[in-house]
């Protein structure tokens, strides 16, 4: 299982190459059976302009985890996957340090998928609470 996690999350960060996930210096670092774990700094390049974490930055975070993780829990090869609708609720600021967002599957049908995404920071405090559905849609 390790050799296949960390298969997963080596093809996960590869896709990241030349995107916005790298551009925002987010990196997965965590898979099991129904989520993915990415992380990413908090930096002045993702401040807003009063020094905390911007909101958008999290859900760019949030989306994006919970899109590559649709990506591994669908077959890749068969369909498209595009988030649809997201919503977050951001509950606390923060300046400095990492935060996490774990994606968990809270729905898996054949045509949408919904995510329930906790962003927190290295102590496990809750930064914000973030649900995204995606479609998935097969290739032709």
């Given at each position: 299982m390790n050799e296949y996690k960390e298969k997963i999350l080596r093809i996960c960060n590869e896709n990241s190459k030349n995107t916005l996930m790298e551009t925002l210096d987010i990196e997965y670092v965590d898979v099991g059976e129904n989520f993915l774990v990415g992380k990413m700094p908090v930096t002045p390049k993702v401040y807003q302009?009063?020094?905390?974490?911007?909101?958008?930055?999290?859900v760019a975070l949030a989306e994006s985890v919970g899109s590559a993780?649709?990506?591994i829990f669908l077959n890749a090869q068969e369909f498209f996957v595009r988030g649809i609708e997201?919503?977050?609720?951001?509950?606390?600021?923060?300046?400095?340090?990492?935060?996490?967002?774990k994606a968990v599957i809270?729905?898996?049908?054949?045509?949408?998928?919904?995510?329930d995404i906790k962003i927190?920071?290295?102590?496990?405090?809750?930064?914000s609470l973030c649900k995204l559905t995606?479609?998935?849609?097969p290739k032709k």
């Open positions: 302009p009063d020094g905390v974490l911007h909101g958008g930055a999290m993780a649709s990506y997201i919503s977050a609720n951001h509950v606390k600021s923060i300046k400095e340090g990492d935060v996490y967002a809270m729905h898996k049908g054949r045509t949408t998928q919904v995510w927190t920071d290295k102590d496990d405090n809750l930064i995606t479609l998935a849609l």
